[in-house]
């Protein structure tokens, strides 16, 4: 059904729930984006992420994900802040990790979206995604007029930076599609030159394999290849150097969601760090982004940036 009428209540009900941008694109065959995904495979840019070399043609086409599929609503929830690491010294964590793991309260407002959305429309088929399955999630927000995909592969909203998550509701309700937006990168390279790994190997292409997130959250082995040593910049979990340099995050604001800040966690010394063990690793991290990497996988990452530690 045409649900085009419900454009704004849907708007007004996604701000209510914190999400502050929500667009709507037509469902169907990314074609752009296939052969960009295929080389990129291609060249090992994934890594040991093999699970990105699995479901290719889901990845391409919201249909096999949610049969009948004729929208994707994207949405934007900030997590931009200006909390920071108490000790300038300590370990740096990504920003998006100061607090509970967005996965947990992103899909809560989401799934309450997709009930109201059920409440004012009637039977609806679809699926909520938050990270939680083969979506190109910046591509759909893209399409959908939230921003364009810069030199560093991230979205970029030109009033608010990069600094959010991307959700998607992936539905049967045919709506006006809104966007695209013109790319605004213009001749600027801060992401590419600052890139402590190099990892941005061309403009809109990163080896994630050379990621320092890769390297610290995706990788599983043992130990970090030692090419990167000394080159790290202190990251142990994540990093924002892309994001940091980039001219257009000067205008995003702070968030207001208190689930998004661990005050411990930002107190933690470099000492605190170096000295940290499983049971105050359990304590510190409930909920948190940084139990993906496990509890080894941050004493690798912490030896691996510094060697005296414990």
Known sequence: ????????????????????????????????????????????????????????????????????????????????????????????????????????????????????????????????????????????????????????????????????????????LDFEQDGPMKDYCGTCTKCIDDCPTEAIVAPYVVDGSKCISYLTIELKDELLPNEFKGKMDNWAFGCDVCQDVCPWNRFSKPHKEERFQNPKLLDFTKKDWMDLNEETYRELLKRSPLKRAKFKGIKRNLLFIDPTTK
């Open 1 to 172: 059904m045409d649900a085009t009428k419900y454009k704004n209540q849907i708007l007004a009900k996604a701000q209510e729930l914190g999400f502050f941008y929500c667009g709507f694109s037509k469902a169907g065959f990314l074609e752009d984006e296939a052969p960009r995904l295929e080389n990129w495979l291609k060249n090992n840019h994934q890594g040991k992420m093999s699970y990105m070399e699995n479901h290719f043609d889901k990845r391409l086409d919201p249909s096999k994900l949610v049969p009948g599929a004729k929208s994707v609503i994207s949405l934007l929830f900030n997590y931009a802040t200006d909390h920071k690491q108490l000790d300038v010294e300590a370990p740096k964590i990504s920003k998006y990790a100061y607090g509970e793991d967005y996965h947990y309260l992103v899909k809560e407002r989401l799934v309450e979206l997709f009930s109201f959305i059920k409440d004012l429309v009637g039977e609806v088929e679809g699926r909520a995604f938050v990270d939680s399955a083969p979506v190109m999630d910046k591509a759909w927000a893209s399409k959908a007029g939230l921003g364009w995909i810069g030199k560093n592969s991230n979205l970029i909203h030109p009033k608010e930076g990069s600094f959010f998550f991307i959700a998607e509701l992936i539905t049967d």
